[in-house]
Nanobody, 112 residues
Framework: QVQLAESGGGLVQPGGSLRLSCAAS????????VGWYRQAPGKQRELVAH???????SYADSVKGRFTISRDNVKATVYLQMNSLKPEDTALYYC??????WGQGTQVTVSS
């Protein structure tokens, strides 16, 4: 298993930007595909962005064109650049790999 730690969340106005970071422990990070997920109160957790070990990316329709997922295997970190944020993006954001333990997440709140 890989241990992941999310950071970079905060309070931002609509239209603003944030960059989330997902830092991994260990030396085998480069072999894992990683997804960014979010969960708002009363809603199910949803996958918003995904990146494979080879760097292929995919996005939920709700964030396509606004969010960008990337990875730095030297730093063992996956990023989620979030632009043009909307109030409906407000959620607790997690990164994870398949069949892994969920961490604490990082809170993103978009509000004026």
């Amino acid at each position: 298993q890989v241990q992941l730690a999310e950071s970079g969340g905060g309070l931002v106005q609509p239209g603003g930007s944030l960059r989330l970071s997902c830092a991994a422990s260990g030396t085998m990070f480069s072999i894992y595909a990683v997804g960014w997920y979010r969960q708002a109160p009363g809603k199910q957790r949803e996958l918003v962005a995904h990146i494979t070990s080879g760097g292929s990316t995919s996005y939920a329709d709700s964030v396509k064109g606004r969010f960008t997922i990337s990875r730095d295997n030297v730093k063992a970190t996956v990023y989620l650049q979030m632009n043009s944020l909307k109030p409906e993006d407000t959620a607790l954001y997690y990164c994870n790999t398949a069949h892994n333990i969920w961490g604490q997440g990082t809170q993103v709140t978009v509000s004026s």
